[in-house]
């Protein structure tokens, strides 16, 4: 809305005719629809792209813990002379 608020003022200083100014307040308008409409999609974007992110961290973390767990298990084993075989 500042942009077409700016554009407005900007208009009426270079000596536009009202026509001539309510039409340049409407492109101003649908200009910033626009944008808004852009920035909300980019927002939707970023939030599933942060979702699969998180999705990935959390199995990663699980695959770690089952791999220390699996390690520990070994290292108990090994401390009681058990080779495994």
């Known amino acids: 809305m500042a942009v ?9 200083v270079a000596g536009c005719t009202e026509a001539e100014q309510d ?7 649908a200009a910033g629809s626009e944008l808004q409409e852009e920035a909300r ?3 939707s974007a970023l939030k ?4 699969e992110v998180a999705q990935e961290i959390d199995e ?7 791999e220390a767990e ?4 070994e290292t108990a084993a090994d401390a009681r002379g058990e080779d495994g075989r």
Do not use: M, P, V, Y
């Open 23 to 29: 039409d340049a307040q409407a492109d101003a308008n």
């Open 70 to 73: 699996e390690q520990k298990a």
């Open 60 to 66: 990663s973390t699980d695959r770690l813990a089952e």
């Open 41 to 43: 999609q980019i927002g």
């Open 4 to 12: 077409a608020a700016a554009a407005a003022l900007a208009l009426a």
């Open 48 to 51: 599933a792209g942060a979702k």
